[in-house]
């Protein structure tokens, strides 16, 4: 399966000891590149939270971040009578000294029961693996959908590769015939300059050998066939791979292997211009080229 490493994922869940929020995002990178952004509260679950984007993600610059809001249950104990008394006192005492001294809130008055000392790891390392859980559920649909575009792109512009090569292949008869034709006219000039009697002088035999030797050596120049059927290779290979049978689709990590694939493609389309034996030749080269590296940018961003 085709995967982008471009994405983004987000859940919020809500409890009674309060709400998580957990933003997973990346873009394309070499590597597995995880950056955790996790308050110190919750760090307890880092270990979890990285093993669960490790299993989803093989490449990217990933970014995750967690944030929590916490029920304030100080709020809701009841007030602590005697220890209320005891700053009634105090504050009096104090107002001997300090006449404009104010009250305390009532959100300042001593509770019952002692303070809560920080996040109960029971309660809040599910609830991180919840959150975390969802939000890489929509990251892991959102990169299948932009993979899924990547490929038809790409496939689109495959099929463009395989009608150059068809056509490319179809015109290299006509290019030796063209080629033994202008042999032969040539032949015939030179022998005319040199003598009159050029032609009584060489025989028919050894006139058509001479041609059929030139035209064999300009053939053994121009022959790319061999060119032409390792990019059909290459082209089946890559459809493999995009339609997602190829097996290195079911471990992930197509992005590499595509872009070994274009290299080697790239390389025959240089070795075809390099024998280009006609205009129309060199331009198909081109044209390879061109739609060879507007396959291997799309495929930066596939893991």
């Known amino acids: 399966m085709i995967r982008s490493m471009t994405a983004f994922g987000s859940a919020r869940l809500d409890s009674d000891a309060g ?62 009578a005697e220890a209320m008394q005891a700053l009634a006192e105090q504050l009096q005492w104090a107002r001997q000294f300090i006449p404009d001294l104010p009250a305390p809130t009532l959100a300042e008055l001593p509770r019952e029961g002692t303070a809560r000392g920080g996040l109960d790891a029971d309660v809040w390392l599910p609830m991180c693996e919840q959150a975390c859980a969802q939000a890489l559920e929509e990251f892991s649909a959102a ?13 689109v512009m495959a099929d463009e590769i395989d009608t150059i090569v068809v056509r490319v292949d179809a015109e290299l008869p006509a290019l030796v015939q063209q080629h033994q034709d202008r042999i032969a006219q040539r032949l015939r000039e030179a022998l005319e300059a040199a003598s009159p009697e050029g032609f009584a002088a060489i025989s028919g035999a050894e006139l058509t050998a001479r041609i ?11 022959d790319v066939a061999e060119e032409l059927t390792r990019l059909r290779s290459h082209l089946q290979e890559l459809r493999e791979i995009l ?50 590296e507007q396959m291997r940018e799309q495929a930066q961003n596939i893991e």
């Open 212 to 222: 059929a030797q030139e035209a064999s050596l300009f053939g053994l120049r121009v």
């Open 243 to 292: 339609s997602g049978k190829h097996a290195s689709s079911a471990r992930g990590g197509s992005g590499k292997r595509l872009d070994f694939l274009f290299q080697e493609m790239n390389r025959e389309a240089n070795t075809l211009g390099s024998k280009a034996a006609a205009l129309s030749v060199t331009q198909a080269a081109i044209d390879l080229k061109l739609l060879i």
């Open 143 to 155: 990169r299948q959908r932009e993979g899924a575009r990547l490929a038809q792109a790409m496939l």
């Open 19 to 80: 709400s998580i929020s957990a933003e997973i995002r990346s873009v394309n990178n070499r590597f597995l590149d995880l950056s955790l952004r996790i308050p110190e509260d919750l760090r307890f679950a880092e270990s979890r939270v990285r093993e669960l984007v490790g299993r989803q993600a093989l490449r990217g610059k990933v970014e995750l971040k967690l944030s929590y809001a916490a029920i304030d249950r100080e709020a809701l104990r009841p007030i602590d």
